[in-house]
């Protein structure tokens, strides 16, 4: 059951919409506009406290508080506490690699976002995460609700966030998985 739980939450985790974060500048006296450009980051860490995460896999409904920890364009932290203050799964990702880590069995698994992709639909991207455990989707910054598919399965994922807090310190350090078992991510999928 435990392992079912964090399947599930995992899952999840890693299966998030992409969107856009570019705008069109200004156009110019001749009716022209430049090209696209990148908006100026107005925060550098973000951390939200408490947020209420909803999973629902088939029948199976799950719910936990969570700690999203982010530094921009660097590293995410999402922590899963079903206990207050007991972090029991956690979620890494970088823009290269994903790593989860189930505490309740003693086991992590790693994996880049091609791995993932060949499952999920829609695709992951580390810009999606990122605006994810930074309350920036499209959906508003008080909830997000999403959708996916895994083989046959319909993931669904509502989160609820409380109030943000930007530039302040988080701690998204790599967790040492030295006293871990490392298993395949395929038996989470």
Known sequence: MRSRIFISVLCAAMVMVSCGTQKKAASHSSGKTSPTVEEI????????????????????????????????????????????GMEMIRFEATPSLLVGINKLDGT???????????????????????QLCSAELPTGTDKARLIYALGDKII??????????????????????????????????
């Open 41 to 84: 980051p107005a925060w550098h860490t973000c951390l939200i406290q408490n947020a209420r995460a909803t999973i629902l896999v088939g029948d199976t409904k799950l719910s936990a508080n969570t700690t999203l920890q982010v530094v921009r364009d660097s590293m995410l932290v999402i922590s899963v506490m079903p206990v207050a």
């Open 156 to 189: 669904e994922l509502d989160i609820i966030y409380p109030a943000r807090k930007t530039n302040v310190p988080v701690r998204v350090s790599h967790l040492k998985t030295n006293r871990y078992q490392k298993i395949d991510i395929s038996k989470w999928l």
């Open 108 to 130: 992590y698994a790693t994996s880049t976002y091609e791995e993932i992709n060949r499952k999920v639909t829609p695709s992951i991207q580390w810009e999606t995460l990122q």
